[in-house]
């Protein structure tokens, strides 16, 4: 249910209340997940795992699924990114199908997933996301 002031506030503003950055990562105040953009370049799912597997801090993963379909729901689109801008329309999940052949991806301009081949790069970004 929002608030009173939520009513008030427009779409973007929202998104910039909820998402607060800080030395490069961005905190969900709401999940309280941390997030990291990975570089703003096609991507595939790979590069993508391994750019989350060494970042410095430990912990951090490729986002689950329903953890991208929270940032879509936050109000966070391919037209409003927030602080996690970038020219992508779409990012990997750690989903992936049998024999690694696929993963799943959640576009932002359509607000839905699919499975997609892990090769893939054209329009997909990586993320990293960790708990506090």
Do not use: C
């Amino acid at each position: 249910m929002l608030t009173d002031v939520e009513h008030e506030m427009s779409a973007e503003d929202q998104v910039i209340s909820r998402f607060q950055e800080s030395g490069g990562m961005i905190t969900d105040t709401v999940t309280g997940l941390l997030w990291r953009a990975a570089p703003d370049r096609d991507t595939d799912w790979m590069t993508a795992h391994h750019w989350v597997e060494n970042l410095e801090g430990g912990g951090w993963r490729l986002p689950a699924k329903h953890e991208l379909l929270t940032l879509y729901e936050a109000g966070i689109s391919w037209h409003r990114q927030g602080p996690l801008e970038n020219d992508g329309q779409s990012a990997w999940s750690d989903s992936t199908g049998p024999r690694g052949a696929n993963a799943w991806i959640f576009d932002f301009l359509v607000g839905s997933g699919s499975m997609t081949d892990t090769g893939s790069s054209t329009g997909i970004r990586g993320f990293a996301v960790r708990a506090p």
